[in-house]
């Protein structure tokens, strides 16, 4: 079936201008993660939703980044005026429900670099 | 608060040797799920276990075997007879319940590179 999959695949912006990062989860997955992969900080949890609400934003590292979901599906991560510092690969992850006992299932990632 | 240390960043070996990487982790909590996870150089992060803090059987699948020392923190991981295909980036994780239930808090990964 499908799998986790994630859109664009890599994103070159403009220091200052906003992006739009895409994922789509697998099909009846209720629990979807949003992480962040860069080289010094290492994977960064951000901001999980159950069905369409995310319960804790605390992950999120800026006032700058914010995320919806909608339809229980698609999740949107938007991060206003890029920073430098915002360039990373960014993964998105879902799973049947919420909680540790279930496994996450990954997206290949989208690799956003701030120019 | 939460912490999973991996002490090795890079391992490197020849085709069919053993090798393990080591994996520590820090919780208060008494119920918790470990996990490991393999990031090939295609970059997609593959479920490869989780386990879960009552249960401290080793477990073997194929070349691949965990084991699990509550005594220690700690979830070590070994490939036997290591082949190329296992060159990847390991990652060991731990998740609890309460606060954001289910997310994955990572180490930093060991980069193993197997070589012919």
């Known amino acids: 079936g499908a799998g986790v999959s994630q859109s664009p695949s890599n994103k070159v912006t403009e220091k200052g201008k906003d992006v739009e990062l895409r994922c789509d989860p697998i099909s009846g997955h209720t629990a979807l993660y949003w992480y962040r992969q860069s080289l010094g900080q290492g994977l960064e949890f951000l901001i999980y939703?159950?069905?369409?609400?995310?319960?804790?934003k605390s992950g999120l590292p800026s006032d700058r980044f914010s995320a919806e979901r909608t339809g229980g599906s698609v999740s949107t991560l938007t991060i206003q005026r890029t920073q430098q510092e915002d360039s990373a690969v960014y993964l998105c992850?879902?799973?049947?429900?919420?909680?540790?006992?279930?496994?996450?299932?990954f997206g290949p990632g989208t690799r956003l670099t701030v120019t | 608060a939460q912490k999973v240390t991996q002490a090795q960043t890079e391992i490197s070996v020849v085709e069919k040797e053993d090798v393990t990487l080591d994996c520590v982790y820090e919780?208060?909590?008494?119920?918790?799920?470990l996990f490991w996870y393999k990031q090939p150089p295609s970059g997609e992060l593959v479920f490869l276990i989780r386990r879960n803090s009552f249960d401290e059987q080793n477990e073997i699948s194929g070349r691949y075997s965990w084991n699990f020392q509550k005594s220690t923190s700690s979830f070590n991981f070994t490939i036997t007879a290591s082949q190329v295909v296992d060159s990847a980036v390991y990652f060991c994780?731990?998740?609890?319940?309460?606060?954001?239930?289910?997310?994955?808090?990572f180490g930093k990964g060991t980069k193993l590179s197997v070589k012919p």
């Open positions: 994780a731990l998740s609890i319940f309460g606060g954001s239930q289910g997310n994955l808090i």
């Open positions: 992850a879902s799973s049947p429900e919420q909680g540790p006992t279930y496994e996450q299932y």
């Open positions: 939703f159950q069905g369409n609400s995310a319960p804790d």
């Open positions: 919780t208060r909590d008494t119920t918790y799920y």
